[in-house]
């Protein structure tokens, strides 16, 4: 069983960064590949980006690749997400997911791959 706890959202202004964290619990080989995804009321929940956990494979999204970056501590069990340059457009929950196969070409994007999620976090970007 794997636990999965975000943290570190809140509202910025346009232009600004933020930080996420997502503190994992529990059976390693069950979180191979770890991703941010996102999701706005009405819509469907949208990869962010991923990252293959022990490599440096990563993975993004088209509308924020080269403004975020993901990460993961080893040695801390935890996955993170920095945000810069956020847009009005970056509002959404943000939700940390893991899951025992390795990250690999578009799949990391498809949110029924992942088998653990957490809570979420929100964010709001302000104009």
């Known amino acids: 069983q794997v636990e999965l706890v975000e943290s570190g959202g809140g509202s910025v202004q346009a232009g600004g960064s933020l930080r996420l964290s997502c503190a994992a619990y529990?059976?390693?080989?069950?979180?191979?590949?770890m991703a941010w995804f996102r999701q706005v009321p009405g819509k469907e929940r949208e990869g962010v980006a991923a990252i293959n956990v022990g490599h440096s494979g990563t993975y993004y999204g088209d509308s924020v690749n080269g403004r975020f970056t993901i990460s993961h501590d080893n040695a801390k069990d935890t996955l993170y997400l920095e945000m810069n340059s956020l847009k009005p457009e970056d509002t959404a929950m943000y939700y940390c997911?893991?899951?025992?196969?390795?990250?690999?070409?578009?799949?990391?994007?498809?949110?029924?791959?992942?088998?653990?999620w957490g809570q979420g976090t929100q964010v709001t970007v302000s104009s």
């Open positions: 529990g059976a390693p080989y069950m979180r191979l590949c």
């Open positions: 997911a893991a899951t025992s196969p390795n990250c690999a070409g578009d799949k990391w994007t498809d949110a029924h791959a992942y088998d653990s």
